[in-house]
């Protein structure tokens, strides 16, 4: 694998949702040795530090969803300069509402694929949501539908076309979610695809309808993994993937030579064990990018 200036740019947001911690998630990674892990690996790391994000206890209702917007554009004007220079952006969460600012900033300029790894389809709108959190709402607010606010972040009108987002994981839909998300045209590999499946098929086929789009963005959910692999997350869901099952489809799609930005996102250490969640979204992300076992 060609080797990379690789961009790390932490995100210590947990406005979209109610249970704290998953802020503390970018420094748990950087604790973990993500640097110097992708150092070893022969790239060039610049770890750019945090974006600045507002204390969640001041910031209720109606002024969460402006503290959420304000954050998402201020990731996107920042990885927008990372897209012009070419730069592989790798984005430490926080909750998964960072990812309508990174994908926003990836799409800009050319169409873009995106492989969202996810217990959750994120797919909610505030009509369909039972808890009203925005971490459950960034692919609706990506593909046009949703708070207006939370649509135009970057730049007006929908970032992406259902067809080019490819689900893997999926395994826990609220009621209107799931029926918002049958006619959408996103491509959703659940946890039954893979079971049957198996992972190398999936991932395959996975790249092949995204096979028109030169580039990739991976946002990949910490929580899309069973919780007896990775405990500490925002929103823990049992049946996940395993520990090979993951590795395996970071390593195919880094294969690919196709992905440019990455996100994880829901590390949260205050349910962890030793850290040892960060420690796999490290190995995770070394996988992703050139880590092989020959």
């Keep these: 694998m060609n080797k990379r200036t690789i961009r790390i740019i932490g995100v210590p947001m947990d406005l979209g949702q109610n249970r704290r911690g998953v802020d503390m998630g970018p420094s748990a990674a950087r604790y973990a040795g993500l640097q110097a892990r992708l150092e070893r690996l022969g790239h060039t790391v610049h770890d750019e530090g945090n974006v600045p994000v507002p204390n969640p206890e001041e910031e209720g209702g109606a002024k969460r969803l402006q503290a959420v917007t304000a954050v998402c554009q201020h990731i996107f004007t920042i990885a927008s300069d990372c897209v012009r220079q070419g730069d592989f952006t790798l984005f430490l969460g926080g909750d998964h509402s960072i990812s309508m600012g990174t994908i926003a900033a990836a799409a800009q300029r050319e169409p873009v694929g995106v492989i969202w790894i996810d217990a959750h389809a994120d797919f909610n709108t505030s009509e ?47 009621a209107g979610e799931r029926q918002r998300l049958l006619p959408s045209g996103i491509n959703v590999f659940t946890m039954r695809h893979v079971d049957e499946l198996g992972m190398a098929a999936v991932a395959r086929q996975a790249l092949d309808r995204l096979r028109h789009l030169p580039r990739l963005h991976v946002s990949l959910d910490m929580d899309s993994l069973d919780p007896d692999e990775a405990a500490g997350v925002g929103t823990p869901v049992p049946g996940g993937l395993s520990y090979r099952e993951a590795h395996l489809l970071m390593e195919i799609l880094g294969d690919s030579g196709r992905v440019q930005s990455l996100d994880i996102v829901e590390i949260n250490p205050i349910l962890d064990d030793r850290n040892k969640t960060a420690e796999l979204a490290v190995e995770l992300a070394a996988s992703l990018l050139g880590q092989r076992i020959l």
């Design 128 to 174: 369909t949501s039972p808890s009203g959190n925005i971490h459950g709402m960034p692919v609706a607010a990506l593909v046009g539908d949703g708070d207006e606010a939370l649509v135009n972040i970057g730049y007006p009108g929908r970032k992406l076309q259902p067809s080019h987002i490819v689900q893997i994981g999926i395994r826990d839909l609220d």
